[in-house]
Structure formats: C-alpha cells, structure tokens
C-alpha cells in the first residue's frame, strides 16, 4: 500500500518537475524555484524556496545536515525577513547517525538582567499588550547566532564561513523580491514604518512594500553576517553589534545590556522522547511545552484504536480534542524554564498518568475546560515562526523550529546593523490567568525573572523506528504548533499517509482555553455537526493550522513536503 502512494507521489514529482540547477546558475536569480517531493543525496525543506536551495548546496559541497541547517538558518534570516532571523531564538534536534544519538539544543531568548515579573503591568496593574508585544521591552536577549554557530562548530564539518556564505552573498549581492514576500510585507508595512531603520530597510522610499520582482539588497545585514562569520559569532554577542543592539535599545528604551549579551547561553538539553505504537518520538524539553505534550497526547491517544475510527471522524476528532484540553490545562500550570522551576517532564509523560486522563474522558460528549483543573492528577514530583528540516545521506537529521514571535517581530530593527529583534517577552506570563498573543494563560511557572527563558510551544520533532530516523517535522503557529505536529504524527502513524497526505489532511485544534474547537474548512460539516452535538463548540478558522515542513526517507530516497497551502517553500535535493 505505501508502495504504491510512493510510486503515486513518484509520478507526480516527474510532473513537477525538476532538474537540479546547475554550477554556473547564480542563486540570486528570480524564478530559481522549485518543489520536488523526491530528491536524492539528501534534502532540505523549508518555508522559503532561495534558502532550501542554499541548504541544497551545501549538502552537494559535501556539508553534513548540520551544515546546510546552518546555511539554511542564515540564509532565512535574509531571504524570510518575517521569520528567518538572527534577533530570536529556537531550538533545534539533532538526530547522529553514528553516535545513534538525538540530541536538542536551546537556543531560545533569555530575559534581560533587569527584567521583573512586573514588566508588562501598567499602573493600575494591568497587563499592557502594547508593551509586551510592540516596545523594546518586548525584546528577549537574541539565541540565534549562538545555537547556528555551536551546532555548525560541534557537529557540523564545513567551516562556519563556509555554509555563511550563501546567506551573505543573498544580502549583499541581492534577490528578486517574489509574490510570498511582497504579499507579507504589504501586511506589516503600519508595523515596519513605525521604526526608522525597519522602515528603511524592509519598505521602498515612498513607504511601500517594495513590488515583486524588484532586486533587494541588504548591505547592512550582509556587513552584520560578515563580522558573525569572521568571529565565530563572537561580534554579536561581544562586538560591534552588540554595541549596535544596545544603541538601538538606548534609543527605544529596550533592557538589553552589553552584559546581557555576553551572558547568553545555548543549552544542549536531552530531548524529551516517548513511544507511540513502535515508534520513538523525540522532540524538545522545556523551555518549550512542544515536546512534553506531543509525547502526553499521544499516549493518552495510544490507548484507543484510531485507524478503526477513521482519519477526522468525530469519534477521532473528539477524542484528539479531549486529549488536547487535558494537555494544555497542563501546560498552563507546570510548564516554564527548567533552570528555574521545576517541570514534571516524567510525571506528564508517564504513561501511566496518561491512562488516568484517558480514563476521564467519555467517548461520547465533550468535557467542559472548566471541569478540567490542570494536573488533577498529575503524580506529586513534578505569528511567524518557522520550521526546516535537513537529512542527508549519513542519516544525520535536523529538525529546527527557530522565530521571532510575531512575523516581523515587534517590528524594531537595529539601526546599522540591519535585521529585526524579537518580541517573545509576550511568551512569559505577564500577569497569572491574563493571556498571551496565542490566548494561553500561564502562572508562576512561566513568571518573568531576569535570565529566565520564556516557555515556547515549538515543538521540533524527529520520529525513530528501530533507532532509524523516519520523519522529521515541525510547524510555526503559536499554540497550535504542537497540536499540527501532533496531526502529522498521527496521519503518519496511524493512518499510513504519505507526507503529501499528511501535510494535506485539515486539522485541528484545541487549547483548553477558551474552550473551543478550531477546525480548518476541509473538516466535514456532517462531522462538524456531530462534533457540536457532543457539546464541542466549534470555530471554523479562516487559516490553516500550522504551516509544517515535513522529510522523510526510503532507502535512498528523500521525500519533502513544505506545506503546499502556503506559497514560497520548496523541498530541495543535491540531486
Ligand atoms: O515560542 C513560541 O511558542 C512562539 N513564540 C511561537 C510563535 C509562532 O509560532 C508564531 N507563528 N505563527
């Protein structure tokens, strides 16, 4: 059966055709797109096409996956203004083949020393979302150029210049602005001319969002990659950019210090991991939820026949939004910065208390959210992002979901030095029970203190079978990154679909509060029916949940699939 969707998927790889581009080709050149599911010699997918070309080549030099991660990291940072970055942060699996490891590195923002966990509150005590989302106080202490500069020095086997190389050359040299990124800035173009330097750099003179096809080139952010690449990443956290940055904050009146810079560190973590039917899922420990809900949903999941019930039923889809609900009262309460609270990371994977909350929840009529407190019994021990995924021929896979919270971040770029900073301080909890840009709450787990890393649901994930790595996936989407993660997981596992399949199938999701259902328009009416009849309150969301970006392989084949419901990613190959 898979045999044959394979063969299907084959066909249709040939339609779309694809040669692979040739040596004297210069990467900058408009129109070089393209999306082949199939490929060979390894591959790289992610939401932008330039920068899975770059990974591409990479792998074709002879770069390990890390390698063209690395490359494909930076060149998003130049080709994915919106969510490819250098002012955020992330976190990245890497799966080894030889050390037949998986390891997850945190690159996520940190508070900066000064930040209080009153931050956000204005003088009547009030939460203020203008504060935690668009001023500089929104801005966390950069990860990125660290984490892509320790993963390309540990484990990477082309030097750091090397695989930096493309993204330079993109900003310096420029590309072709296409419909995707046109279209993006056109909607953040009041956001982007609030900021002299934005302004300048992402909008054309008269302050419009430049027209597609015209050629963009960022000769500041190229001199920025520069003194990263000649200094090992040591010029952003110690040099001149850090000088830049603390200038751009002393101007807006951000928190970031030279001695905050210099502070940060990279976390390599032990992925949280769980079995699901004979597969291995590993995905990302705190400060992210992603990893530890993905592995408790589905072994709340594991406990009834899916396949039997049929994909997006409203018997599947009830007892999916049941363990949802349960997971994400959870989250709220438990979830936050291991180096400074503990989490229950055993406790809410066991699978023992999972049998307990599958137990909980009747098969034929929704819980209310409000019946269902956070961890009853949890045993007493404890807007733009975006997702790319490498392999190569070794075995080597990365899986790296990386952001700066909003697309566009909050908007303030660092004047000189030609790229934008996040604004994921509206991650922490800015007052208990008031909730985030996504409608999560979070308490005292998730408080703001200087240092502390704000709790993310990104949510990487590299699923093994007899220790092989057969998928790695991953999504943007706030609060519903884990639940889209979840779905590919389970289309994959459970009902034998093809990534194409899988990437398709609607989704949907819920996040305990507010206590409802959003279902993407290919979810049935009849079921949306049924599912309303059980008691669930269902929302049709306008968007689709998630935009994943998807690898696997069989025997020397690679597959890719970015999500096709979105324009301007591509799955490339070597060959
Ligand atoms: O870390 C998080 O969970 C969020 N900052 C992710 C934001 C996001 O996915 C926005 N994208 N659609």
Known sequence: ???????????????????????????????????????????????????????????????????????????LAVTLPQAGNIGGGGFMMIHLAEAGRTLALDYREMAPGAAHRDLFLDDQGRADPQKSRFSALSSGVPGTVAGLVHAQHKYGRLGLEAVMAPAIRLAEEGFRVDFPLYWSLKRARERLSRHPAAREYFLAADGSAPETGTLWR???????????????????????????????????????????LKNYQVFERHPVSGTYRGYEVVSMPPPSSGGVHLVQMLN???????????????????????????????????????????????????????????????????????????????????????HFATWDEDGNVVSNTYTLNFSYGNGIAVSGAGFLLNNEMDDFSAKPGVPNAYGLIGAEANAIEPRKRPLSSMTPAIVLKDGQPVLATGSPGGSRIITAVLQMVLNHIDFDMNLAEATA??????????????????????????????????????????RTQSLSREDDVFLGVTDFRWPGGAAVSPR
Request: charged share 20%; hydrophobic share 40%.
């Open 1 to 75: 059966m898979r045999h044959m969707r394979f063969r299907a998927c084959f066909i249709v790889a040939i339609m779309v055709a694809v040669t692979a581009r040739g040596e004297d080709q210069p990467i900058i050149q408009y129109g070089d797109r393209f999306h082949p599911q199939i490929g060979y010699g390894g591959m790289v997918v992610s939401q932008e096409a330039l920068a899975s070309q770059v990974g591409a080549d990479i792998l074709a030099q002879g770069g390990n996956a890390v390698d063209a991660a690395v490359a494909t990291g930076f060149a």
């Open 218 to 260: 960022q000769p500041d952010l190229a001199r920025t990659l520069k003194r990263i690449a000649g200094t090992a990443g040591r010029d952003f956290y110690e040099g001149e950019t850090a000088r830049l940055i603390v200038e751009e904050m002393s101007r807006q009146g951000g928190l970031i210090t030279l001695q905050d």
């Open 300 to 386: 709340i999941l594991e406990g009834w026949d899916l396949a039997s019930l049929g994909h997006n039923s409203a018997a599947y889809l009830h007892r999916l939004v049941e363990a949802m609900r349960r997971a994400y009262a959870d989250r709220s309460q438990y979830l936050g910065d291991p180096d400074f609270v503990d989490v229950p990371v055993m406790a809410l994977t066991d699978k023992s208390y999972a049998a307990t909350l599958r137990r909980h929840i009747s098969l034929d009529k929704a819980t209310p959210s409000s019946e269902v407190a956070p961890g009853l019994a949890v045993p007493k021990e404890g807007r733009q992002t975006t």
């Open 505 to 546: 199938a609607p989704r949907v999701h819920h996040q305990w509060l507010p206590d409802e259902v959003s279902v993407e328009k290919g979810i049935s009416p009849d079921t949306v029916k049924l599912l309303e009849a059980m008691g669930h309150k269902v929302e049709i969301t306008p968007w689709v949940i998630g």
